[in-house]
């Protein structure tokens, strides 16, 4: 799988969170304001579901210039490759899906916690929600994109994607 077709699926799976989103949780009603850490685990687990493994959930704070504290959660590699689809609820992002080499925004953030390998099914601070959640978005994802499981094939490696 190219760069290409791993854009599409992030693409795929945010289309799908705004055209249901009023089926999923509370979290997801102003999505994407207030939905970055559970929408990160969500993608997450599409994406390794996919064959799109090693990527990390990183948390971080910080605080604007009136003392204001935000918190934002993105999916990272290794090698800094950055994969959010919700950071556009801040108003000096106007990209609605960041894909790609680590944007200076990111390094005003504090990162206060990172989560290996982020799937659903093995990250243990998981509510039932969560699952409830992706259920939806599953059941609506392959109605989107019928072609999707056609076109499942070995993706690189988180790290081998800016190589």
């Known amino acids: 799988m190219k760069k290409d077709d791993l854009f599409n699926y992030v693409k795929l799976f945010q289309n799908t969170i705004i055209k249901c989103k009023d089926k999923l ?6 999505f994407p ?3 970055c850490g559970t929408t990160c ?3 997450g687990t599409f994406l390794a579901e996919n064959g799109f493994v090693n990527l990390k959930m990183k948390i971080g704070e910080k605080n604007d210039s009136n ?6 959660a993105w999916l990272e590699t290794d090698n ?5 689809i919700t950071a556009y609820q801040f108003p000096e992002i106007t990209e609605k899906i960041i894909f790609g080499k680590k944007p200076s925004w990111y390094d005003e953030w504090i ?8 799937n659903l099914f093995v990250t243990s601070d998981v509510i039932t929600t ?23 094939s070995r993706p690189p490696q988180a790290n081998e994607l800016c190589e």
């Not at 949780?25 to 102003?30: A, C, L, P, R």
């Not at 003392?67 to 934002?72: I, K, L």
């Not at 959640?133 to 059941?139: A, C, R, W």
């Open 111 to 118: 990162v206060t916690e990172e989560i290996e390998d982020v």
């Open 67 to 72: 003392g204001q504290e935000y918190s934002h």
């Open 80 to 84: 800094s490759f950055i994969i959010d």
């Open 25 to 30: 949780s509370v979290e997801f009603q102003s």
């Open 130 to 152: 969560d699952f409830v959640n992706y259920e939806i978005l599953m059941e609506n994802i392959y109605s989107l994109d019928k072609g999707l499981e056609q076109r499942r």
């Open 33 to 35: 304001c207030g939905s």
């Open 41 to 43: 685990l969500l993608l």
